[in-house]
């Protein structure tokens, strides 16, 4: 293995590190800080308010530097107006530098380290960030939490805030945050802390922020790519690789509730209308539960025998079908049923500083959180999960929740302060063991950094059913690219939406329209499932007309069609010359990773890998769309006519059509347009 060699240089008020055609620029004044901090920390529901006291910032003084052989540097010196001493030290491995910090600054402080954002340079990625365009003029909070309903759309955040202060989030909050970006420059950084961060991108530099509620180490790294290939694969090896998804994934995963009675009809319904079924996702097989939102579970995990008897034998006999089950479970317990007894007896919750169990209260009942940092309890629950596999006969499974854990709960290994983004990538690696090397799939919601390293799907949350961008389908694009650019390309969404509510006068349903469009934006996800939603009743669903039927069937045939170009996508395909066996590469690529790299921070069109262009439709009534084609001919997948590139061209977008564009001469052009559809 050749090292790459690492050189510090000084000019003026600038300090540069460079390392295999790669550099990193800090300014001496300010590149590196501590500030005594007094976390102020409140929480309900999942939603987290912070409101700390910062004292005095004191900025790095650099007494000493030198060169530690010829793949690492080293500088040392103290705290301006503390004294109290620090070194700070990188070093070169596989075209990677990884960087630590070591100081005697004490408990309760927050680090910043700051470097030099390049001039037009801007960022994607901290995983599952539902903003708009760049990571630009903003202060990310990296805590796993509720990402919010609304995140200041208006009237809905104000009353709910109201009603559940921080309930509404905003634009920055996430239920997976990661602290990993890479920019349009090709560069790349990473912060392995998982405790309480921030990451600020302002006009002149990035930051992070680290919040040390004891002394320990603070690592990070930095790392260029000579093509975009490199750039996402060393990323990919600092997350984790995710492995692909096996093949029954492909065609429809349908989300119906209510039993076998209402279930298996609408279910024969859809394959009559020619839906291509890959999957049956029955949430409530544990049984439904009525609260105040709507309709929720059983949080007993136990199957429920009035609406799904004979369990097994159903999915046994739907299997033989070509169809999968999947089912439902997420991080709680209620507070009633064996599961519950058990746990409490062995002392499995979460519990309180007194050692009490620690209530939390779920939307209209309460709940515990098992605590699976305790070794036993996290056999326990894989014992728990085995059965869903052996005794129930399920495929896969949603593996819901994880961010409500306290910031004062105690948990075997410690407090919630220092496990409540760590407890969330415990809860996917718990599942990964429990299903490695079988074809089950499970997907979760919420994660950390290195999240990636466990998790097999992941999906983006609850939308609300409305198309803007603050938390309605506009959003769920920004989600898609962020997340890809952050090693996590296997992410999706529900069709529709999830968090539909009618109270009062206020209202938010999803409409036929709204429905048909979000299909048309699953299409290119690695996964087309959909959700019932918060209001199944009131919501437009896939098998609500033959109308819609006729057309949620000719989208999801054409995600069958797209299934292997996709899959290949998220092994890198159109990035590097070999594909990989694992999903590695962002399948939603942002236009100037194929198109230019000086091309403008827009989100539109959206690249799904290289040889197709993808133009979302996010407004209710949009009959025309005006596309930028990049050089080269495109066919348009609406009218099969070829464009050429390199100038903008109008055409109409029919509802269930989605405006895709393929690549002249791509193989992918004959698999739509050749072959019997």
């Not at 003026?12 to 500030?35: C, M, P, Y």
């Not at 997976?176 to 890479?182: E, G, N």
Request: charged share 20%.
């Amino acid at each position: 293995m050749l090292l790459a060699l690492v050189l510090l240089t000084a000019s003026g008020d600038t300090l540069t590190l460079h390392w295999e055609k790669a550099q990193v620029q800090f300014l001496r004044k300010n590149w590196l800080s501590i500030v005594s901090i007094r976390p102020r920390v409140r929480s309900a529901m999942g939603s987290f308010r912070f409101a700390p006291h910062y004292g005095r910032e004191h900025f790095a003084q650099i007494d000493t530097f030198w060169q530690e052989g010829d793949t690492a540097v080293v500088l040392e010196g103290t705290w301006k107006g503390l004294g109290r001493r620090w070194r700070w030290r990188a070093a070169e491995r596989e075209g990677i530098l990884f960087w630590h910090l070591e100081s005697d600054s004490g408990n309760a402080v927050a680090v910043r380290l700051r470097w030099l954002r390049l001039r037009g340079e801007y960022a994607y990625g901290l995983g599952a960030q539902c903003v708009p365009g760049p990571l630009d003029g903003r202060r990310y909070r990296l805590w796993t939490e509720e990402q919010g309903i609304g995140r200041g759309k208006q009237p809905i955040s104000f009353f709910l805030n109201l009603a559940v202060p921080g309930a509404a989030g905003s634009l920055t909050t996430a239920y997976a945050p990661m602290a990993t970006f890479i920019t349009q420059a090709r560069r790349g950084a990473i912060l392995f802390h998982e405790g309480m961060g921030f990451f600020e991108s302002h006009r002149q530099f990035y930051s992070w922020e680290v919040w040390l509620l004891r002394p320990q180490r603070v690592e990070g790294a930095f790392w260029g790519g000579k093509d975009w290939g490199e750039l996402l694969h060393r990323q990919a090896c600092l997350v984790g690789p995710m492995p692909l998804l096996p093949s029954w994934c492909k065609g429809a995963w349908i989300g119906l509730q209510g039993g076998w009675t209402r279930v298996l009809p609408i279910l024969a319904r859809l394959r009559q209308g020619g839906v291509p079924i890959a999957a049956l996702w029955i949430q409530d097989w544990c049984g439904p539960r009525k609260t105040w939102l709507g309709m929720d579970l059983w949080w007993r995990w136990l199957p429920d025998t009035l609406t799904y008897p004979n369990l097994r034998q159903q999915i046994d006999s739907l299997r033989r079908e070509g169809i999968r089950t999947l089912g439902y479970i997420n991080s709680f317990l209620a507070t009633e049923g064996p599961l519950y007894d058990t746990a409490r007896a062995r002392g499995y919750l979460v519990r309180r500083s007194t050692g009490a169990v620690y209530p939390i209260r779920a939307p209209g009942f309460p709940a515990v959180l098992v605590d699976f940092t305790n070794p036993e309890a996290y056999q326990w629950l894989q014992d728990l999960l085995r059965r869903f596999i052996h005794e129930y006969g399920f495929s896969g499974w949603m593996a819901d929740y994880t961010e409500w854990l306290p910031w004062d709960a105690q948990l075997y290994a410690g407090s919630g302060a220092e496990w409540h983004n760590k407890y969330a990538v415990l809860w996917a690696r718990l599942h990964r063991e429990v299903t490695e090397g079988t074809d089950v799939v499970f997907f979760t919601r919420c994660g950390h950094t290195f999240t990636p390293r466990y998790a097999r799907l992941q999906w983006l949350g609850d939308q609300l059913p409305t198309w803007d961008k603050r938390d309605g389908l506009g959003s769920v694009l920004y989600g898609m690219l962020h997340s890809g650019l952050s090693g996590l390309p296997l992410m999706h969404s529900d069709i529709g939406g999830y968090t539909s509510f009618k109270i009062g006068p206020f209202a938010r349903l999803r409409s036929r329209r709204l429905f048909l469009r979000w299909a048309e934006a699953c299409v290119v996800q690695p996964v087309f499932r959909t959700h019932e939603g918060l209001r199944p009743q009131d919501n437009h669903q896939a098998y609500t007309d033959s109308a819609t039927i006729a057309a949620f069937a000719e989208l999801a045939r054409l995600h069958v069609r797209l299934w292997d170009y996709l899959q290949r996508c998220a092994q890198g395909y159109g990035l590097t010359d070999t594909l990989m066996p694992y999903a590695w590469a962002p399948i939603w690529r942002p236009f100037w990773m194929h198109a230019s790299p000086t091309a403008p921070a827009k989100e539109l069109p959206i690249f799904i890998g290289p040889d197709m262009l993808f133009y979302p439709i996010v407004r209710p009534y949009q009959r025309y769309a005006r596309v930028f084609l990049p050089p080269g001919k495109w066919r348009s997948w609406i009218t099969h006519q070829v464009y050429e590139g390199g100038k903008a061209i109008k055409l109409p977008v029919p509802l269930g059509k989605p405006c895709l564009f393929v690549r002249e001469g791509a193989e992918l052009e004959r698999v739509l347009f050749e072959e019997k559809f």
